[in-house]
Nanobody
Framework: QVQLVESGGGLVQTGGSLRLSCAAS????????MGWFRQAPGKEREFVAS????????YYADSVKGRFAISRDNAKNTVYLQMNSLKPEDTAVYYC????????????????WGQGTQVTVSS
């Protein structure tokens, strides 16, 4: 059993920044990969970024590469998504997820999900 609690979403202007946080609790020792996904109205759920918990390796969608950064704080069991140079197209509900395997991009392979947090970027 793993619980994920997200925070940091909100309303920002184009070009601004936000940092999303995802705090994991419970049986966190089972987590292999942490990921961020997003879903805009009328769109499919989209992979954003992932991080290997043990090795710290990262992977990014092309749409956010160079603007977003995923990181971790092992002591706090927390994963962050730093979002810079935000665009209106980044507007979506963002979800934190945890997997027990190497699951960089496939939502169905993530066993645990946060509640989602709204990110809105005004034009």
């Amino acid at each position: 059993q793993v619980q994920l609690v997200e925070s940091g979403g909100g309303l920002v202007q184009t070009g601004g920044s936000l940092r999303l946080s995802c705090a994991a609790s419970g049986r966190t020792f089972t987590i292999v990969t942490m990921g961020w996904f997003r879903q805009a109205p009328g769109k499919e759920r989209e992979f954003v970024a992932s991080l290997s918990w043990s090795g710290g390796s990262t992977y990014y969608a092309d749409s956010v590469k160079g603007r977003f950064a995923i990181s971790r704080d092992n002591a706090k069991n927390t994963v962050y998504l730093q979002m810079n140079s935000l665009k209106p197209e980044d507007t979506a509900v963002y979800y934190c997820a945890a997997a027990r395997s190497r699951s960089p991009q496939i939502p169905s392979l993530y066993a645990y999900w946060g509640q989602g947090t709204q990110v809105t970027v005004s034009s």
